[in-house]
Every structure is written in C-alpha cells, then in structure tokens.
C-alpha cells in the first residue's frame, strides 16, 4: 500500500536556489502541473540511473504505477495534493533501471509550480527545491537493508581513508626527502584502496546475476582461488570425496578467495580485520565435504563461540587496525545466499574456524 502524508516541518533545505539539477547527485525531477495533471519536465542523470526511463510529459500518476504503486486510489488521491500545491511522502516500491525491484521506501515529491499554492509554502519552509525543479528525495526508513547499507557505506568510508591518508603521507615525505623508497609504501596503499572497491562491488553483486553452472568442480575452483592469494608459507589441501555443486564458477571463486584470505592472513581471528595471535606456525587450511556441500576449515586462532553470529556483519571488529577491508566475510555470505546456500561457523577439528556451506534443503 502507497501511504501519504502531509509532511512539511522537517524537509531538508538543499542551498542555493541557482543550483543546475544535474549538478546535484541525489534524482531530480521537475514538472509542471497542467489542467490540474502534475506532469515530469525534465529528469537529472542520478534520477535516469535510478528509475526506469521516464518520458518528459509523462505524468506522475503513471510514473508512480510504474513505479510499483499498487493502490491506484491512492495514487490518485496524491497527484491531487500535487496539483494543490501539497508537500507530501509516498511510500513506493521502486523498479530500478537495472532490472531489479528495490525494497520499499518512502519518497519526497513536492510540487513547486508556480501558480500552485504549494510555491510559497515550499520557499517558506525550506523545501526540497532548486530552480523550479522537485526532489525526489529516498528517506531513509529503518529497514534491515537500509542499516546494512549505511553500514557498509561507513565501512567503507572509514577504511578508504587510512590507506588514502598513507599514500599523502609517503608522497608528501617523497618529495621532501627523494626517498624513492616512499613510493612502495604509497603502491601498496593503492592496492589496499582497490581491494576495498573490488570487495564494495562483490557486495553489491553478491546476490545478483547469477550464471550458475551445473556440476561445478569444487576442487578446481579451490585450486585457482588458492593461486590469487598471496598464501606465502600456508598450505592447503583438499579432500579427494567432494561433491560437484551447481554454481557460478566465479562467485564461488571469489568466495573461496577470501575464506583463504581471512584464514592465511590472520588465522581466521573472527575477520580480515584482526591479525593472528598466538599462532607463529604456518596456517594449514583444508576444502572438505559437508553433506551435500563443503566447508572450508584452517588450524589458526579460531572465532570464539560468542562471536560467531556476527562475523559476516559489514565492518566487524574494523576498529583493531589491519590490512583487511572489514567485507570479506560479509561477501562470503552473501554469496552464499544468492546459491541458496546455508553458512555456519564453528570450531575445526584442529582448533580453527570452519565454515561450512550446505544446501539449503538441508537445514
């Protein structure tokens, strides 16, 4: 169900009333309000990549059925309110203009023509307007997705800026001293930076666009994902009784990729973000089967059981400095979901952490 609401106390003031729409990164979309039927004039680039194309002319009735309004009362009832000159909230399922159904959220449309009463209360009150033009503005509901999202923004966020703030450092030292050898420190940091968008992409990915493969050879995938990882003295072994699985070849490699990662860097200490403690051996990490799937075991420092549940939330623990990107676990399990697939964490018949993935008919 669309619910409408009057909503004008707490609209956010946007600046400058001479800003360009397509300056401003949040969708925008103007429109004009003719024989009472509100109609889209002009769209800016963030709201094209975030909609379905919308025609200018079109009207925004028929834009909110597109946009998965199922109460066409309702929908109705707030192209009105729009043609009165009414600030109101919508809440829309929108349809992306990737493909895909977004969840639920509310959304700002605020009419501002000018012969509509809406004008002066939108100037008066600090309204989403900039040069005639509406916000179509997503506020923020509290949905689970919408806290993991501002979550893996702040993950990321956080931990860009270390590596950033080293790579100015070293440059900065470079070119005082001529020390050529600042220059490794700032390659390495731009390898961490492209580490954490390459994990931020995998995440958004994670549950889309799948190409499954039928009968999947875990071991061989196994074999590749253990040569793009800088494993240094750790070995790996794999059983020999694993199960073919029906999976995208490479989402699962990169699953693999960073279980070997976490386990080889630091010992599977509950992420990438802590560093292994009180293991100076080599870590020894093995593919085994689970059922009708396989889990993924090393000999290293472990998880303790209290901290299982929470190991695949984005940022876990980032707080400890570390060379990690705070994601790696949360892209396994994600990926893991997309294939229908169970993950559970606990200790390995050596000590460490084992994950195990088993299909989710299993459970």
């Known amino acids: 169900m669309i619910v409408v609401t009057d909503h004008r106390d707490d609209a956010r003031a946007v600046g400058s009333d ?24 002009a769209t800016n680039d963030a709201f094209d990549a975030t909609f379905d194309a919308v025609s200018s002319g079109t009207s925004i009735r028929e834009w909110l059925l597109r946009c998965r309004a199922v109460d066409e009362a309702t929908v109705a009832d707030a192209c009105s309110r729009l043609a009165d000159g009414d600030a109101i909230d919508v809440e829309i399922g929108i349809h992306l203009a990737t493909g895909t159904d977004a969840h639920r959220r509310p959304v700002r449309l605020r ?9 002066t209360a939108a100037g008066a009150d600090g309204g989403e307007t900039v040069d005639g033009y509406v916000f179509v503005t997503e506020l923020v509901p509290a949905s689970a997705d ?12 956080h931990d860009l800026r270390n590596p950033l703030d080293v790579a100015k450092a070293h440059l900065r ?13 700032v390659a390495a940091a731009h390898d961490r930076m492209e580490r954490i968008i390459r994990d931020a992409l995998a995440l958004a990915r994670g549950e889309h666009a799948l190409e499954v493969t039928d009968g999947v050879a875990i071991d061989a995938v196994a074999s590749d994902a253990w040569a793009t990882v800088d494993t240094g003295a750790a070995s790996l072994s794999v059983a020999e009784d694993l199960p073919r699985v029906d999976a995208d070849p490479d989402r699962l490699q990169r699953l693999l990729e960073n279980l070997f990662r976490n386990s080889v860097e630091h010992g599977s200490t509950s992420t990438d973000s802590h560093p292994r403690q009180g293991v100076t051996d080599p870590v020894r990490v093995r593919v085994e089967r689970a059922g009708g799937g396989f889990a993924v075991a090393d000999d290293g420092s472990g998880i303790p059981a209290d901290e299982r549940e929470r190991v695949f939330e984005p940022g876990y ?8 990107t705070g ?11 997309a294939h229908d697939w169970t993950v559970s964490v606990s ?3 050596r000590g460490g952490a084992k994950f195990e993935f088993r299909p989710i008919h299993e459970r």
């Open 18 to 41: 001479t800003v360009a729409i397509d300056a401003v990164p949040e969708p925008v979309a103007g429109y004009e309000t003719a024989d009472g039927i509100p109609r889209i004039a």
């Open 173 to 185: 030292a470079a070119e005082e001293t001529g020390d050529a050898d600042h220059f490794e420190q």
């Open 347 to 349: 200790e390995g018949s």
């Open 146 to 157: 919408t806290v993991e999202l501002d979550r893996v923004a702040s993950v990321i966020t």
């Open 111 to 119: 009419s501002v023509d000018g012969s509509s009463a809406g004008d």
């Open 327 to 337: 994601l790696g676990l949360t892209i396994v399990e994600r990926i893991a979901r």
């Open 317 to 324: 623990s980032s707080t400890e400095a570390g060379d990690g």
